[in-house]
């Protein structure tokens, strides 16, 4: 019984992705600044953490890529913006041009520098 209530609350967290999603995509959208914009991001970062774990509990394999989550299986519409930089896109090499990173199961933010706190992005 908890696992299909996680599993539930996984999938609604999922498929409603985030604000910040429309928050980059959407002009009529405020898009947040400073801390807000760290919060979403890191929420951002939670959603594509929890669906490439939802992927790998249903095919005992983590994705080859970050596209496969939207594309193939539909467990994300898209994958969601970071809001350090503005970027949505995915590399298996860290670079810090924004985005994401993606390897084997590890998802990373692809930002250098420090968040408001002193710590790394490319840390959280």
Known sequence: MKRIIFFTLCLVLVNNCSISQKAVVNKNVIIFSGVKQEEETKRNLEVIRMAV???YSNHNKWPSNLHELVSEYGILKEIPFELIIGSN?????????????????????NVKGK???????SEW
Do not use: H, P, R, T
């Open 53 to 55: 774990k939802i992927y």
């Open 89 to 109: 896109k995915v590399v298996e090499e860290f670079d810090g041009a924004g985005g994401w990173y993606y390897k084997e199961g590890l998802v990373k933010l």
């Open 115 to 121: 968040d408001s706190k002193g710590k790394n992005y």
